[in-house]
């Protein structure tokens, strides 16, 4: 790793662990938006994130003004620093939604498939926090597994991966060791979260809100593969800015990987088009036709 990439990743991190650490000293009703304010007014600013967002929320949504962009793109990076810091809020998380009401048809097939031994895939992106989901689902006692991308700063990655762990379930690693970890997992009858939102090179371009992108169909391809119910869900972040309506959709029919994952793109593209403050609008999604997206890479 050349010395310059790794002072700005020890940076980086520093600067986050100290902003997760002061945090995490104030009372939890507290550091939620604090976390927010500190990625949507200093983070997101300061590092380019919030200009990135800015002209992808215009290139997906030209109609609005230059203030309404601007506004979607601060309260995505709010919504982003909230879900960091609850998702290391863990026991915090945890309780709050042990009881926390799920809806959707999604559930009631989660819980019938379930008792039959049947794999599910629990499909769903970077909007709202899912982990408040899985957090759900954990405290009614599912043993829901998860599948993550590593960081590039490995610094940061390091102690976010932990995190991740400490919802309970199994967390395997994108690559060889954790595609066999999480196979088993799901052969043996298990549930995994998969997320899909984001750009794959070399994968399938399908529509995503409007527009050609790079999707990955592996969500689709396990769940044929290995009968599974595909089931798309969202944790919604609610107007007090710290509660979550919990919803799994109805499971996807089964035909073929890229239809299916079509279906999925719908599913969370009608979601961002509702909710377009609690997506990653940072992420560099569009890159399938850079005549289309030159305003978005």
Known sequence: MPWRVK?????????ARASIGAALALPYHLRVPFMGWIMSRIV??????????????????????????????RDSMNNTGRTLIENYSTRALLARQKDAQIDGPGFE??????????????????????EAVRAALVGRGFDVGGLYRDMANPYFNAHYVRTMQAFGGPVFPQGRKGTSGFVRHLKAGGQLVLLFDQHVKRAPVLEFLGQPAHTAVSAAELALRYNALLIPFYGIRQDDGLSFQC????????????TMTQAMNDSIS????????????????WRADKRKAKAAI
Do not use: C
């Open 7 to 15: 002072l700005t990743y020890l940076a980086t991190n520093a600067f």
């Open 247 to 258: 919803v799994m959709e109805a499971p996807i029919p089964h035909t073929d990987a890229e």
């Open 44 to 73: 997101g600013p300061v590092a380019g994130f919030q200009r990135r967002a800015k002209e992808h929320v215009a290139f997906i949504l030209p109609h609005l003004s230059d203030a309404e962009h601007q506004t979607i793109a």
């Open 109 to 130: 097939a989660l819980k019938e498939t379930t008792e039959t031994g049947r794999p599910v895939i629990l499909v769903t992106g970077h909007f709202g926090n899912y």
């Open 270 to 285: 009608a979601r961002i088009r509702s909710h377009p403050d609690q997506w990653l609008w940072v992420a560099r999604r």
